[in-house]
């Protein structure tokens, strides 16, 4: 196999990464909507907040057959690396994928990073390759989808009065696109507080957020095609921002959107900020993006908080998630 390095001028490369991963994911996980080229080279160039992953094609013969990415972060986490693997599912069990991680396992020492992990979903065969190769698993996260059309108004507007009746000291800020310059830090502090969420047993360090990476997120989404709502509570009598989620519209296809963060500052918990956050995110959707059928969400298997409030919400199960890790 040949391994070579994709970067997102390539067009032609860029494109054959997406179906790659499409054809895989549909595969796998039927239910996930392929990759959208603009996704793709947003991606490539800017990954989720500002460092892309380094992706990899590999060619059999001229055919390309696989991919991988190898994903680091020069803000923490420095000895780790994350890595994904996909192979064709016409061309799998003949050895690509082994030599695919072998690859990145390689580009990961070389870059001095000592411990290293992949994610799957949980699937017949797929955690076996990981722990074939040494993988422990050290985490399961649920992947759940909202359809709208099934969730009641009354029922979300009911579920938004009782938790502002909890929260009478916090209102409710919209944030449409790119956050204004001068809440850049006290969004970073915001967005911080997602440390909190649970790690299970993955072997990972807190992540650090500060202005520049709260901007480069804003703008890496914007680059793989979507429009991000985010709604901030902000205390009445301080000012202080105490919590906020974020919800990602597709704008390609409008009717696909995508739940990100929703975290709370420690000091603000316990008056009902999530429930308020996420009820009033789906009002502002429904007054200004109508046409969103379905919004997915991920949350660690053992995050009982917040599954309880998307259960509240109409969300279903899809998929279940694992993360391995080991070291090098
Ligand atoms: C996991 C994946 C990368 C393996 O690619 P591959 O080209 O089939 O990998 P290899 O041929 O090198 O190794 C295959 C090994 O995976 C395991 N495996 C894969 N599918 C399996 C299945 N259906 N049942 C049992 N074991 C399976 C076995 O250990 C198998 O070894 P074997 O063929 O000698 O029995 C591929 O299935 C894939 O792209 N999956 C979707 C993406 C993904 O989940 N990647 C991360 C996996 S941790």
Same mark, same amino acid.
């Given at each position: ?15 054959? !990464? ?12 039927? !239910? ?38 190898? @994903?680091?972060? @020069? ?15 016409? /061309? ?28 799957? !979903? ?21 992947? +759940? ?28 800020? /919209? ?58 509570? +902000? ?33 603000? /918990? ?13 009002? !502002? ?8 059928? @379905? ?5 660690? @298997? ?27």
């Amino acid at each position: 196999m040949d391994i070579e390095r994709i970067t997102p001028d390539d067009d032609a490369a860029v494109r054959t !990464w997406a179906e790659i991963r499409s054809a895989s994911a549909a595969h796998d996980a039927p !239910w996930e909507h392929p990759l959208t080229e603009t996704f793709a080279r947003g991606e490539l160039t800017h990954g989720w907040d500002g460092e892309p992953e380094l992706a990899f094609l590999g060619t059999v013969d001229g055919e390309p057959v696989a991919v991988g990415s190898l @994903e680091v972060s @020069e803000r923490d986490n420095l000895d780790l690396a994350w890595f994904s693997v996909d192979v064709r599912p016409d /061309r799998r069990r003949q050895g690509h994928g082994g030599t695919v991680l072998a690859h990145l396992e390689a580009e990961a020492a070389r870059r001095g990073r000592t411990s290293v992990g992949i994610s799957c !979903w949980d699937v017949e065969g797929l955690e076996r390759f990981a722990l074939d190769r040494g993988y422990e698993r050290k985490a399961a996260g649920i992947n +759940r989808r909202q359809h709208l059309a099934e969730v009641d108004p009354d029922v979300v507007d009911a579920l938004h009065a009782e938790a502002a009746a909890a929260a009478a000291d916090y209102e409710l800020v /919209r944030r449409l696109g790119r956050v204004p310059d001068d809440e850049l830090d006290a969004v970073a502090v915001l967005t911080a507080s997602i440390n909190d969420a649970p790690k299970e047993g993955l072997q990972v360090e807190d992540n650090v957020f500060d202005a520049e990476r709260v901007r480069a997120y804003d703008v890496a989404q914007e680059a793989r095609g979507f429009v991000l709502h985010r709604l901030v509570a +902000r205390h009445r009598v301080t000012g202080e921002l105490a919590g906020q989620t974020a919800v990602a519209v597709e704008l390609e296809r409008p009717h696909l959107a995508e739940q990100h963060d929703t975290s709370v500052v420690a000091a603000h /918990r316990g008056h009902r900020l999530g429930a308020l956050l996420k009820t009033g995110m789906l009002q !502002w959707l429904r007054e200004t993006q109508p046409q969103i059928a @379905e919004i997915d969400t991920w949350n660690a @298997e053992s995050n009982a908080f917040m599954i309880g409030v998307n259960e509240a919400l109409g969300y279903r199960v899809m998929g279940r998630g694992l993360d391995l890790q080991k070291k090098l």
